[in-house]
T-cell receptor
């Protein structure tokens, strides 16, 4: 597509449940990034993919968070046993391999109740 | 690792007045620098970026930024602010040898009529 698509745009879940957030990057972009933005904060880096592999997952806060990109295109961020503190906007971005033309999606607003 | 500081949490300017938003970075070499704007409920939109060359960078919507190596700064400017410029502004940095973009905490801009 023309831009980075994230679904769902909003997700409300109960504490302890499992959620999946999807990111569909710009076609041909090999790099994909996940960020988390809490209210009143700047985006916080979570994980970066180059192709299918996670090149840097140092930003994942704990082992409840996991992300995959099995075919080098769509990525899914998975959160197990959600906690209220996980409530935030989760942003995805993609860029071409040879440039830093990051394009961000509109984000998924996750609310854990 | 690289980091970004935006000293001003909130700035208010009158419509038509000039604007300068401050950004200081920390990185051992010349980084790649960015300014993004985020309107309420919206995704991040790239205003401008600096990779190398001319230290004065022109962006969209009449914004410009100047890279000053000696001050480790990349301040954003606009000569005449419009009411539609009210938003949150984020400065970001990417290190030369890595791909994870680090953001500042943001500066919220309010425009008075």
């Amino acid at each position: 597509g023309a831009g980075v698509s994230q679904t769902p745009s909003n997700k409300v879940t109960e504490k302890g449940k499992y959620v999946e957030l999807r990111c569909d990057p710009i076609s041909g972009h090999t790099a994909l990034y996940w960020y988390r933005q809490s209210l009143g904060q700047g985006p916080e880096f979570l994980i970066y993919f180059q192709g299918t592999g996670a090149a840097d997952d140092s930003g994942l806060p704990n082992d409840r968070f996991f992300a995959v990109r099995p075919e080098g295109s769509v990525s899914t961020l998975k959160i197990q046993r959600t906690e209220r503190g996980d409530s935030a906007v989760y942003l995805c971005a993609s860029s071409p391999r040879d440039g830093y033309g990051y394009t961000f999606g509109s984000g998924t607003r996750l609310t854990v109740v | 690792a690289q980091s970004v500081t935006q000293p001003d949490i909130h700035i208010t300017v009158s419509e038509g007045a000039s604007l300068e938003l401050r950004c200081n970075y920390s990185y051992g070499a010349t980084p790649y620098l960015f300014w993004y704007v985020q309107s309420p409920g919206q995704g991040l939109q790239l205003l401008l970026k600096y990779f190398s060359g001319d230290t004065l960078v022109q962006g969209i919507k009449g914004f410009e930024a100047e890279f000053k190596r000696s001050q480790s700064s990349f301040n954003l400017r606009k000569p005449s602010v419009h009411w539609s410029d009210a938003a949150e502004y984020f400065c970001a940095v990417v290190g030369y040898n890595n791909n994870d973009m680090r953001f500042g905490a943001g500066t919220r801009l309010t425009v008075k009529p």
